[in-house]
């Protein structure tokens, strides 16, 4: 069995809104179909350019990040 991607979820919504005058039950079908498409998403984003130290080394000057500001 092939798990639910965003386009299938789609076309359940849409002919549950289709069948039901545009509405789509809280719960229903299509919402679970929606959900389980989410959950089968790839999560793994990529590191921001400008990101936490990898190195264990403080932030500050030529680190390329801000130290924190003093008080």
């Known amino acids: 069995m092939k798990n639910m991607n965003q386009s299938a979820a789609a076309r359940i919504q849409a002919a549950e809104a289709k069948a039901n005058n545009g509405l789509v039950e809280k719960g229903g079908f299509a919402a ?3 959900k389980a498409a ?3 998403q ?3 984003r990529p ?3 400008n ?3 990898k190195t264990g ?3 500050g000057k030529g ?3 801000n130290a924190p500001k003093s008080k």
Do not use: F, V
Request: aromatic share 0%; hydrophobic share 15%.
């Open 47 to 49: 590191a921001p350019t």
């Open 63 to 65: 680190r390329g990040n």
């Open 38 to 40: 989410a959950n089968n």
């Open 32 to 34: 679970r179909a929606q």
């Open 42 to 44: 790839p999560t793994s």
């Open 57 to 59: 080394k403080p932030s």
């Open 51 to 53: 990101g936490p130290s």
